[in-house]
């Protein structure tokens, strides 16, 4: 039976089902080998497996030598797993759980992560204090960064920024994804004129958009910086921890943060949740692991808190809802370097499509758009909400606004969206509007291809004839002007109502 404790903090009461779920990708460096938990299995958190009695569903996956992180990517197609002793990346297919190749890379590679576009993979090697940006449609090299430091662990955020953080050079280098170009050089060992101490090297990091990063360090607090300005970093108050009876401080093993939450694993088996508005340690909530934690992630559906650990076989899982906790054995000790849990996605199927306008709001002139969902999909459902928004054409001039959510029964891959077009007699430059998906559930993410833009093109020409060439001496067509002046008074209205929708 599982061990069980009951925490005080709440962060997401959810309730109901639970009818697919994240995977975690555990690396198990002395077993050379990758565990895989589905976490719909866990009975803590899944109401449907603890009315069946569910058993956990572990798959182990073999590895190279010492595998120390594991990536995916955001569609939930691939996890790249990084063997330390073997310079190499073994590459899991996600959707099925199977090992279809393996690629070498450089010496001594010790974290990785995947662009927000799914096109690259970069790898930080601490034999050489490089990093590697690999294509990930043929994991074949595209550039090398020389780093300033050893490399410790990586981060994407959400925005795309990789944070590359070295615990021996005391730093946290940023570049933009994008552009692969360095963004700025945070050094972490920074003076708290308060405290009258040094923060120490960094430890672990998490960040909150391209707003907030959160530094762990080794003084046992966590250190924090406003980097919406690349040029103006700006120390904010660090965050105190929690400590124990006597003053005594903490090590931090690993964090990772969601909005207003920031949880950190302390060396002891201790797990804090701090809320962020209120960071101070009387509001910093306690949930006490049989651990000895080396990783720690929040899965994307917000249910599991999963605690990563080498003081035996077991995972840790902390049900957000209310905090309880249940330990899996995975069959050997784990760590893991930044994030390793794993969803399936939502996509368009395309992302441009262009379409003709017509001169009539005919019932056929319309546009239908497929939604994929992609990844580990095999016997669940689940549903996405989509959306039609303004670009320079606008709802209810140039297109009818289409909402609503899609449910996708099991087995079901593809459903269609469809759009009716309002079409006109007006000559005008070509339009566009996109159709976009957002607010996933079931534990699924919006993949990199989560809209379709949509161009409508015109089909009205100039007219042409008499009274119409410039520099005839033909006579004037009579309708001529007042055609014009009604032209020239539609243009008018139109200007003036999309001034008034952009304000």
């Known amino acids: 039976m599982a061990n069980r404790l009951t925490g005080s903090f709440l962060l997401f009461a959810l309730c109901g089902p639970l009818m697919a779920a994240p995977f975690a990708y555990v690396p198990q460096p002395l077993s050379n080998r990758v565990s895989t938990f589905d976490l719909s299995t866990d009975t803590n958190r899944s109401e449907t497996a603890r009315k069946a009695n569910q058993q956990p569903k572990i798959i182990e996956l073999p590895t190279q030598a010492n595998p120390v992180a594991a990536t995916p990517n955001l569609s939930g197609t691939f996890v790249y797993v990084v063997n330390k002793d073997s310079n190499s990346i073994t590459i899991i297919n996600s959707s099925n759980n199977t090992v279809t190749g393996t690629v070498s890379v450089g010496n001594k590679p010790i974290a990785a992560a995947v662009s927000r576009d799914d096109k690259k993979l970069y790898v930080a090697h601490e034999g050489d204090n490089s990093l590697h940006i690999l294509d990930t449609s043929n994991l074949k090299p595209l550039k090398t960064v020389q780093l300033n430091h050893r490399p410790t662990q990586l981060l994407i955020s959400e925005g795309g920024w990789l944070y590359v953080m070295s615990t021996q050079g005391k730093t946290v280098q940023a570049f933009d994804s994008s552009t692969d170009t360095l963004l700025f050089t945070l050094n972490t060992d920074v003076l708290d004129e308060g405290a009258k101490k040094s923060a120490g090297a960094p430890l672990a990091i998490t960040s909150w958009a391209e707003e907030t990063l959160y530094v762990g360090a080794e003084d046992g607090d966590i250190y924090v910086w406003d980097i919406s300005d690349p040029n103006k970093i700006a120390p904010q108050p660090r965050i105190q921890l929690k400590e124990k009876p006597f003053g005594t401080k903490r090590t931090i093993k690993a964090i990772d943060s969601y909005k207003t939450a920031l949880y950190a694993a302390l060396h002891d088996g201790d797990i804090l949740l701090i809320g962020t508005s209120t960071p101070g340690a009387d509001y910093q909530t306690t949930v006490s692991t049989n651990t000895t934690p080396t990783g720690l992630n929040i899965s994307n559906d917000l249910r599991t808190l999963v605690v990563t650990n080498d003081k035996n076989n077991n995972l840790a899982l902390i049900a957000t809802a209310d905090n309880s906790i249940s330990y899996v054995d995975v069959g050997a000790a784990s760590t893991a370097t930044g994030k390793f849990i794993s969803a399936p996605s939502f996509q368009m199927a395309l992302a441009k499509h262009s379409q003709d306008e017509e001169q009539n709001t005919y019932t056929w002139n319309v546009i239908k758009l497929q939604v994929k969902r992609i990844g580990n999909i095999s016997g669940s ?123």
Not at 413 to 437: A, M, N, R
């Open 381 to 503: 459902s689940a549903t996405v909400h989509y959306q039609t928004e303004s670009g320079t054409a606008f709802t209810k001039w140039d297109f009818l606004e289409s909402t609503g959510d899609l449910e996708f029964l099991p087995g079901e891959e593809t459903k269609e969206v469809t759009i009716q077009i309002i079409g006109d007699t007006t000559v005008e430059d070509y339009e566009s509007f996109y159709l976009k998906l957002n607010n996933p559930g079931d534990g699924y993410n919006i993949g990199p291809q989560g809209n379709t833009e949509i161009t409508l093109v015109n089909d009205d020409s100039l007219p042409t004839g008499a009274g119409c060439a410039i520099g005839s001496n033909d006579k004037l067509d009579p309708t001529l002007p007042m055609l014009a002046g009604a032209a020239l008074a539609w243009l008018t209205l139109r200007q003036r109502r999309n001034t008034l929708r952009r304000r």
